[in-house]
């Protein structure tokens, strides 16, 4: 057969394929947020609320261009990957869109939900007048490899990947200076490692005229801010170039609750890097449970001077709200910084990070992210907004918009494998919020399944949705706790119910869900009062992101 009747053939199997799946119609998409934290009042021209950016935005990274700052974080196996804010103030962000948003930069088939991208960082070289990103695509445990794109316009498109294989290990940056380039990045100590944890910061220079590494590779810190100590972790590196000095920041005791940030500095770009002695410059670790408002976990940090010669950290942080859960994921944070002998000073220690924040000498333009809000999608757009994501790169489009509607095919991908399911979802943002979304799906066999979940990965989720159980339209809510599902709720529904649109919602009180309906009646209808969420949190879940509130439908109910 002639190869291009072969492919047109294979693609209208696919399409005639897909025609046989189910639809999930979904009218509209809205959340609410209502953090208790958030309804204080503040003076919106000199404070802002922290996190700037609340929610699964985790390893933040900031660069600028004149007087407009850019802003990337971890996406790990999500799609589109790696948001990309735009600011005029550091405070008030707004998302431009995704640097890899294509499947050609981005294929994380078969990717635990934690592996993927891991801490990008976003750099804008004044020589060249491009932007780049540079990551780690990591897989099945295994880091590396490291690649970059560029842009003109940070709006993108951004290039596909151009892989650094002489790079290993993760979190890679870039820094610009005096006509030349250099990517630091975490990786294995010299000689190996001599205890658990043990890592090294490396640094080598890059030619951005072929886009390659050249000359040797140095390790330029062992450990971290003293190896007598047995310090784990040294990772997510910066480079700067302050006054006569070059600074080299990095976070210190891992991602967890003794997560630091420190800072060395020598006159010579390849060392010796002498650490801090006042390290670390921020951390949560030594700090009471019981303080209000409390913020855990932080580092992973970058820093910025904006057009006043101040300088501003963003970082990395948890709000836990008991016993250390959180379902929000880590968080964006920001703080001014201090100089004290000569370093930068994020947050002195023994102090909270401050839920509300002055910013001195800059007019604070735009509207925040932060805070209490409410957000509503009513598929009036002819492309998907920016806050919706998928569960890895899709190979088929299994979603379409039209007439102010979100069609959802019913594919064979449970959400429970490693796969792309149908699911469009966008992050969990407070620790108190209302979900809700109105539905026509009419399953005709059991194994046909949509509706809402709370989703924290393949293994951790709470779905409810409409199925078909003993021949009945029947509302169901299914519980998976560590890969193990659990129908807690079976509802059979009323014969006009059956047969017309339901709204699904969840409201959400930290580790407390209620769960309910609303049918053609237009009462709601409770399903459940309460179901505990804890294992939504990334203490019981494990990995890196945090919780999505996603739209999803599938027709292998497992």
Not at 32 to 44: A, C, E, L, R, T
Not at 262 to 275: H, K, L
Not at 392 to 412: C, H, Q
Request: with cysteine; glycine share 8%; proline share 6%.
């Amino acid at each position: 057969m002639n190869h291009k009747l072969l492919i047109i053939s294979i693609s209208l199997f696919t399409l005639n394929l897909m025609a046989q799946n189910n639809k999930a119609t979904f009218n509209y998409f809205e959340y609410v947020g209502n953090d208790s934290m958030f309804n204080q009042k503040i003076d919106n021209k000199n404070e802002f609320f922290n996190p700037i950016l609340p929610g699964f935005y985790p390893d933040p990274s900031v660069c600028q261009k004149g007087e407009d700052y850019y802003l990337v974080n971890s996406t790990f196996s999500y799609f589109p990957g790696v948001p990309i804010f735009h600011s005029k103030d550091l405070v008030n962000w707004k998302q431009m869109g995704h640097i890899l948003d294509r499947p050609s930069q981005l294929k994380t088939e078969g990717l635990g939900l934690s592996e993927g991208i891991f801490a990008p960082a976003i750099e804008y070289n004044k020589e060249n007048d491009t932007f780049y990103m540079i990551t780690t695509l990591v897989k099945k445990g295994n880091s590396g490899p490291t690649f970059v794109v560029k842009a003109k316009n940070p709006s993108g498109p951004w290039s596909d990947p151009i892989w650094l294989p002489e790079v290993g290990g993760i979190d890679p940056s870039l820094s610009f200076f005096d006509g030349k380039a250099y990517v630091v990045n975490n990786e294995d100590p010299e000689g190996g490692q001599i205890y658990s944890g043990h890592k090294a910061i490396w640094m080598q220079e890059f030619d951005t005229k072929t886009d390659k590494m050249v000359g040797a590779r140095k390790q330029i810190i062992n450990g971290g801010n003293d190896i007598t100590k047995k310090p784990i972790w040294i990772e997510g590196p910066h480079l700067y170039k302050i006054d006569k000095y070059y600074y080299l920041m990095a976070a210190e005791g891992g991602t967890g609750f003794n997560h630091s940030e420190v800072i060395f500095r020598s006159s010579e770009i390849f060392g010796p890097y002498i650490p801090n002695k006042n390290n670390p410059i921020l951390t949560q670790r030594n700090l009471p449970d019981d303080r209000e408002n409390k913020v855990t976990c932080t580092g992973h940090a970058d820093l910025i001077q904006n057009a006043n010669g101040d300088w501003y950290a963003v970082f990395l942080g948890i709000r836990p709200y008991k016993d250390r859960f959180a379902n929000t994921g880590r968080e964006t944070f920001m703080l001014p910084v201090k100089w004290n002998d000569g370093f930068p000073v994020i947050l002195e220690k023994e102090k909270p990070v401050p839920i509300i924040t002055s910013i001195e000498n800059t007019k604070v333009i735009g509207k925040t992210l932060s805070g209490n809000f409410s957000w509503r999608d009513d598929f009036n757009s002819p492309t998907l907004k920016m806050e919706w994501n998928m569960i890895r790169t899709p190979n088929e489009k299994w979603w379409s918009l039209s007439g102010n509607k979100l069609e959802i095919d019913a594919i064979e991908r449970s959400i429970n494998n490693l796969t792309n399911p149908a699911f469009i979802g966008r992050r969990q943002q407070h620790q108190i919020f209302t979900a809700e979304t109105e539905i026509e799906f009419y399953p005709k066999t059991k194994k046909e399944i949509a509706g809402l979940v709370l989703f924290q990965n393949e293994k951790n989720y709470v779905f409810v949705g409409k199925t078909i159980i003993d021949d009945k339209p029947t509302l169901v809510i299914q519980n998976r706790i560590e890969g193990q599902t659990s129908l807690i709720v079976s509802h059979k529904l009323s014969d006009k119910d059956a047969k017309s649109a339901l709204k699904l919602k969840f409201e959400v009180n930290g580790g407390e869900c209620k769960i309910s309906y609303t049918g053609i009646e237009n009462k709601p209808k409770l399903l459940m009062d309460s179901i505990d969420i804890t294992h939504l949190s990334t203490q019981k879940a494990k990995g890196f992101v945090g919780s999505y509130i996603g739209m999803y439908a599938c027709s292998i109910n497992e």
